[in-house]
């Protein structure tokens, strides 16, 4: 076996399936996946959810994670978001000539650990093989289906005023953690990504209430636009608390650093819900004592106040706007 | 032209510090404040130590700020 | 965070403003003069705190807001000469010159990289010997001494493949410019904060002594920003005016010697092109003779297109602190920070984006 990913590799003969064999079916084999069929073919009932991303992070290994774990995570967030139980995935890669065969290993390990984790199976999978240059070592792309149980109604325009919003935990870390390796910026944080399966930790809120109108992942862009989203969708305005808003400190010094806002930095372990205010507290209660939720936190409510617009009480007593991110979030001087 | 921070000093080699803020630690360039020594605070702008923090300063502009607030 | 969360006090902050609402009583025109503190009183919503009789206008402190629609055609030129890779901080990056932008530039093939400091350039330099990396200068006097630092680095190591690209400038001359022009009427001065860690507060005396105006440097924290303006009051309802000092834990009066020699050994000044304002003499720093091998203006041959102001814009204007970003026609229309304009509308601390972003928010 090459120690290198070969053009080879990606052809479909002898070293595709050895590729296949050795580095993929030994760690994700399932029932499903072993048929090796052209399809997988699946039984479902009931309403289904179906979401589909690609993955280009760079760097591919970060403190607390690395590509494969953010693909399977964030598929199996979305679907959870929607309030489905995450069921299927498939796996698409396309790797650049070149990567090291121990490397992709150690991403298709992290890819059947987080999967177990989340209790999904990889049903489909490919794999191409481009020229060097013509990829950033790994891009992966990852769709999934999951059913969603009857009565569940969850959408970024369900949210209406009294409503309280409610985060899991600190945000921009995981933001923070990928930029910590890029190079020219190498600065060490001990705080990893947050990268994270919600799908657990979302079950148990919905078994909670009944009245949680919206969740979405706040992934790029941040909190920041996700609740622009939801303001927007729902046609309401939303109020922040600055003091609640829990954020770790070395992010905070990170942010400071590079002249970020943590609610504009991307999490991918974090779950934002927008909750009827009577079932607040009973959820806030249940996400604590999940190990994804025990610095979860009220951030803040909708109001029928500055309809479509999100709006800060900073610490200070005054209000600004919490406008969406525009363009990338680059290190500034000013 | 204006985002520094303050970042403590914990080692220094040559030209260069290794810094830390909040538990973020950064190798950064002390050209421009050679005088600075381990266990002090300084401005980081760019990679660069632009001004060693006077931390009596500090201190004196807190108890100002905590007198004004009182006085009539 | 030290010397950071002890200046965000709540409690401390409504008791300076209950001061400053007691004691300043007369109409008072406050200017800040730097792009940070533009930022800083919005964030916090200090503007609405303060009393209605207090009016804050934003200066042309913005390094990004005034580098001159030339200035930047030059860089986005440079960028598409063959074997060269441009270095710039962030916030020059989507910035409108007259037909393009670097970010613009980056996606039609240039190698064009963000650094978060000038050191970054220089190993990148040291990296890639076969090709000539070019570093985007702007800032003030703040970040001066940093990219006088890395070129005599370069010297000393012998890297010939870097050069700077100066379209640094300097404060204290657009101040009095500013104030010459005559077009707003000031009573107080916020000075800025990290420039005078570098120059110190002698460089604003004349400030006081020439026209009358209240001079105070700050720091970037809430309780900076209002013991700054509790003390422009101060000197304001007394009408003793000078040059003080809020900011002492960063800045000394004499500013920073070790940094100052290390700027003047590299640069020298000269006249520089301000946007929206025009040529004003001896503002802008470029290479000396004898650093004129690291120079990105002279050593390499591009002829850009002549440069145009997009219609409409009054990003000079609003510079001047003459007028606000609501006066102008393109605001928050076809300016907005998904296709801006004008500069102040990209730079994060442009008056236009720092409006848009962080707005008026009644109903708090």
């Not at chain 3, 037909?99 to 990148?124: N, P, T």
């Not at chain 3, 070019?134 to 010297?155: V, Y």
Request: proline content about 5%.
């Amino acid at each position: 076996m090459e120690d290198r990913v070969l053009l080879a590799h990606g052809s479909g003969g002898k070293l595709s399936h050895d590729l296949i064999e050795k580095s993929f079916l030994s760690a994700l084999g399932n029932p499903i996946l072993n048929k090796l069929e052209d399809s997988a073919v699946l039984e479902f009932s009931g309403r289904l959810a179906f979401t589909t991303d690609s993955y280009v992070v760079s760097p591919i290994f970060f403190p607390g994670g690395d590509i494969g774990k953010l693909a399977v995570c964030g598929t199996v967030n979305d679907l959870s978001m929607s309030g489905a139980t995450p069921l299927y995935l498939s796996l698409s890669l396309i790797i650049e000539e070149g990567l090291l065969i121990a490397d992709l290993e150690k991403i298709v390990n992290s890819i059947q650990q987080t999967a177990a984790e989340a209790g999904v199976k990889i049903v489909a999978g490919d794999t191409k093989v481009v020229n060097k240059g013509s990829a950033d070592k790994l891009f992966i792309n990852t769709s999934g289906v999951g059913v969603v149980p009857a009565g569940v109604d969850i959408s970024a325009a369900n949210a209406r005023p009294g409503d309280k919003v409610i985060v899991n935990g600190t945000l921009g870390d995981h933001g923070i953690a990928v930029l910590s390796q890029r190079e020219g910026l190498e600065f060490h944080i001990p705080v990893p990504s947050d990268c994270a399966p919600l799908n657990q930790l979302v079950a148990e809120m919905l078994e909670a209430s009944t009245n949680i109108h919206c969740l979405r992942d706040p992934t790029r862009g941040g909190m920041a636009t996700t609740l622009n989203e939801f303001a927007r969708q729902s046609r309401v305005g939303i109020k922040l608390y600055e003091q609640n808003i829990p954020v770790n400190k070395s992010v905070a010094g990170a942010c400071e650093l590079l002249g970020f806002d943590p609610l504009y930095v991307a999490n991918e372990g974090k779950v934002v819900a927008v909750i009827a205010p009577d079932d607040a507290d009973k959820v806030l209660a249940k996400m604590k004592q999940n190990r994804y939720g025990h610095e979860a936190a009220i951030i803040g409510e909708v109001v029928k106040e500055h309809p479509e617009r999100v709006v800060m009480k900073t610490r200070l007593g005054a209000s600004r706007i919490v406008d969406v991110l525009v363009g990338e979030l680059l290190p500034r001087i000013c | 032209m204006c985002l520094a921070i303050p970042a403590l000093v914990k080692s220094i080699d040559g030209y260069h510090a290794e810094v830390d803020i909040e538990g973020v630690t950064r190798s950064i360039s002390i050209q421009l404040t050679p005088e600075v020594r381990v266990g002090d605070y300084v401005l980081l702008h760019t990679g660069y130590a632009i001004n060693v923090i006077d931390e009596y300063e500090a201190q004196e502009t807190l108890k100002l700020l905590r007198e004004l607030s009182e006085a009539r | 965070m030290k010397f950071v969360d002890e200046f965000r006090d709540p409690e401390l902050a409504r008791k300076l403003l209950d001061r400053i609402h007691r004691r300043s009583t007369r109409p008072t025109r406050l200017m800040e003069f730097c792009g940070g503190h533009t930022v800083a009183i919005f964030k916090h919503g200090i503007r609405q705190l303060l009393p209605p009789n207090i009016e804050m206008l934003s200066g042309p402190g913005c390094p990004v807001c005034v580098t001159a629609s030339a200035d930047l055609d030059r860089a986005i030129a440079l960028s598409r000469l063959p074997e060269v890779i441009i270095t710039s901080f962030g916030d020059m990056i989507r910035v409108p010159g007259s037909y393009s932008s670097l970010q613009k530039a980056k996606a039609e093939g240039g190698d064009i990289r963000v650094v978060y400091s000038a050191q970054d350039a220089l190993h990148i330099a040291r990296d890639n010997p076969d090709k000539s990396v070019i570093f985007i200068g702007i800032g003030f006097e703040t970040t001066a001494p940093t990219i006088a630092a890395t070129i005599l680095q370069a010297e000393q190591e012998g890297i010939n493949n870097y050069y700077v690209l100066s379209l640094h400038k300097v404060c204290p001359p657009i101040m009095k410019t500013i104030l010459d022009l005559g077009e707003v009427r000031l009573n107080g001065i916020i000075c800025p904060g990290h420039v005078s860690a570098i120059i110190g507060s002698y460089p604003y005396q004349f400030i006081p002594d020439n026209y009358n105006i209240a001079c105070v440097v700050s720091g970037f924290e809430p309780l900076d920003i209002l013991l700054c303006v509790d003390m422009l009051v101060n000197q304001i309802e007394s009408e003793q005016y000078d040059v003080e000092i809020a900011y002492r834990r960063g800045v000394k009066p004499e500013g920073n010697q070790p940094a100052l020699k290390l700027m003047d050994s590299v640069f020298e000044i000269g006249d520089a092109d301000w946007r929206g304002i025009g040529v004003v003499p001896s503002s802008g720093l470029s290479l000396r003779e004898k650093y004129r091998r690291f120079d990105a203006a002279t050593n390499f041959d591009i002829t850009p297109e002549p440069s145009r102001e997009a219609k409409g814009c009054i990003c000079g204007s609003i510079l001047r602190g003459v007028s606000t970003p609501q006066d102008c026609q393109l605001f928050r229309t076809s300016c907005t920070p998904d296709h801006p304009v004008g500069p102040c509308m990209v730079s994060s601390e442009g008056s236009c984006a720092t409006y848009y972003h962080y707005g008026d928010a009644d109903g708090g």
